[in-house]
C-alpha cells in the first residue's frame, strides 16, 4: 500500500524552505519545478529525458486532457502515468485558467462554466465536481481545485467576486476529492493584487484544509514587482506545515524571488516553449541562438552548464539547426532549457540547506545583469 501524502521541512533560511513531499507515486524534493506536459507530453522531451533533467514530477491538464483524448479513456488505458510512461507524481491543472483564457467562449455561473471547444466548438460543461472526477481517471497525484482565475487588472470588486466564487467552488471540490492514500487536494489562493481578498482567501481555505496551498491569478501581466508584493503580504498567511505552489512562474530569477519569500512548488511552460522558439536560459540570462553572433561560435550554450546539450553541441550548431527549421534544434534546446532550470532548484536546495541562500540569490542576479559574454 502506498504511503500517506505528506511534506516534510528539512531546512530553512530566512523565508525560504527546502523539504520533501511524499506521495503514492514517489518523493518530490522542493524545491521544485515542474515542467508542463500539457497534453499528456512535456513537447520535444522524452520522459526519460525529462526525468534524466532532474525533474521529480510534472503536470498535465484537466481541460486539454479532457477534450483530446478524454479523461475516460485515459482512465481505461490505465491512467496518466502508464499512458504516458511517466511513472512519478503528476499535477493536474484544474482546467481554470484556461477556460479563462477562452474569453467569448465561455459563460460563468454559480454552479460552473459551460464553454466552447477551441479544437472543434463543441460545447461542454466543467463544474468543480466534474473537474475532480476528471482529474481522478486521469489518476493525478495532485489535484488542484477548480477556480475562476482572476484576470488582471481588475477592481477590487471584480477581484472579490471572483475570488468568493472561487472560494465556494474550492469547498464543493473538497468535498468531491476522494482522499485516496498518497494523493492530495490543493486549494487555490485568489483576491487578485489586494491583501484584504488575498487575506479572506487564505482564510477561506484553511477553514476548507487541503493537503497544499496554491497562489493563483499571478503572472499574468502584472509583473515582477508586483507580484513579489503580492506573495509579501499573502505567504504569511499559509499554513506552514503544507506545500506552498506558485502557479505558472516562470523566469529563474522570478523562481529564485518566490523562494526567498517561502515558495515550494512551480511550474511554467517558458523552458519548453523558449526552446521551441531558440531561447536558451543560462547563468548570465537568456541568450537568442538565432542571432547571427552564434553563427560561427564554437562554445557550448552555457560553458557551466553540465547537461548533455552543453557537453555534446556548439552554439554554431544550434543555430544552424533553429534557422533551418529542424525538428532536432527544437529538442536539443528544451532539453538544455530544462536541465538549466533543474539546476537552479538543485543550487536553491543546496543553498538553503548551507544557509546561503542569500550569497546564491546575489550571484544569479548579479550574473543576469551581466549579461551572456561575447564570443571567443
Known amino acids: 500500500m502506498s504511503q500517506d501524502f505528506s511534506f516534510t ?19 518530490i524534493r522542493t524545491p521544485a519545478f515542474m515542467p508542463v506536459g500539457t497534453a499528456g507530453t512535456v513537447k520535444a522531451m522524452t520522459p526519460q529525458s525529462v526525468r534524466a533533467s532532474g525533474a521529480d514530477i510534472i503536470l498535465g491538464n484537466t481541460y486539454h486532457l479532457m477534450l483530446r483524448p478524454g479523461a475516460e479513456r485515459v482512465a481505461r488505458l490505465g491512467g496518466l502515468h502508464r499512458f504516458m510512461q511517466w511513472p512519478g507524481p503528476i ?36 463544474t468543480p465536481e466534474r473537474s475532480i472526477e476528471i482529474q481522478h481517471l486521469l489518476d493525478a497525484t495532485i489535484t488542484m481545485a477548480f477556480d475562476e482565475c482572476t484576470p488582471f487588472p481588475a477592481t477590487e470588486e471584480e477581484a472579490a467576486n471572483s475570488m468568493r466564487l472561487s472560494m465556494r467552488w474550492a469547498e464543493r471540490c473538497r468535498a468531491a476529492f476522494a482522499g485516496e492514500r498518497g494523493y492530495g487536494l490543493f486549494g487555490i ?60 512562474v516562470g523566469r529563474p530569477l522570478d523562481i529564485v524571488g518566490a523562494v526567498e519569500r517561502g515558495i515550494d512548488m512551480f511550474d511554467c511552460v517558458m523552458p519548453t516553449r523558449s526552446g521551441r522558439t531558440g531561447q536558451a536560459f543560462t547563468w548570465r540570462g537568456p541568450i537568442n541562438i538565432r542571432n547571427a553572433r ?20 556548439s552554439r554554431a550548431y544550434l543555430h544552424h539547426l533553429v534557422k533551418s527549421g529542424e525538428i532536432l534544434g527544437a529538442m536539443l534546446m528544451t532539453q538544455h532549457n530544462l536541465h538549466h532550470y533543474q539546476a537552479v532548484m538543485s543550487g536553491l536546495r543546496a543553498a538553503i540547506r548551507e544557509g546561503q541562500l542569500r550569497e546564491f540569490a546575489e550571484a544569479a542576479r548579479a550574473r543576469e545583469a551581466e549579461g551572456d559574454i561575447a564570443p571567443v
Open 9 to 27: 521541512i528539512l531546512a530553512r533560511d530566512g523565508n525560504a524552505r527546502s523539504g520533501v513531499i511524499r506521495t503514492a507515486h514517489g518523493e
Open 189 to 248: 489562493v485568489q483576491g487578485g493584487v489586494y491583501a484584504p481578498l488575498r487575506h479572506e482567501s487564505v482564510e477561506a481555505l484553511k477553514r476548507i484544509g487541503f493537503d497544499g496551498y496554491a497562489v493563483g491569478g499571478l503572472a499574468v501581466g502584472e509583473g515582477q514587482d508586483t507580484m513579489f508584493e503580492v506573495l509579501d503580504f499573502t505567504v504569511p498567511h499559509l499554513p506552514e506545515d503544507r506545500p506552498r505552489y506558485l502557479m505558472g
Open 294 to 313: 552564434h553563427a560561427e561560435d564554437p562554445r557550448p550554450i552555457d560553458p557551466q552548464c553540465p547537461c548533455p546539450v552543453c557537453r555534446d553541441f
Open 91 to 126: 499535477l493536474t491543472d484544474s482546467g481554470g485558467y484556461q477556460v479563462m483564457s477562452l474569453a467569448a467562449l465561455r459563460r460563468i455561473d454559480e454552479d460552473g462554466v459551460t464553454f466552447q471547444s477551441h479544437l472543434d466548438g463543441a460545447r461542454h460543461r466543467l
